[in-house]
């Protein structure tokens, strides 16, 4: 979860994405934020995010996300 908290910040400085749960849903993230986002974490926890795995619920917070990377490892 660090990993991806240090991707996240490095994004986005001024946001608390440990306490933020509408990054998709309050425009904190853009589209051009998520496809950057698909590239780091299948770089960096060696998993593939599938046009299928692309929904704002997966990417609304870090806690999803997280959950989105965590299942795809054990596929």
Not at 33 to 50: A, K, M, P, Q
């Amino acid at each position: 979860m660090e990993e991806l908290l240090q991707i996240l910040t490095d994004m986005h400085p001024d946001v608390d994405f440990e306490a933020e749960e509408h990054l998709i849903d309050d425009a904190v993230l853009d589209s051009l934020d998520i496809v950057g986002l698909i590239t780091e974490i299948s770089e960096n926890f060696d998993v593939t995010i599938t046009a299928r795995d692309i929904v704002p619920e997966n990417f609304n917070s870090a806690k999803a996300m997280y959950a989105l990377i965590e299942r795809l490892q054990d596929e």
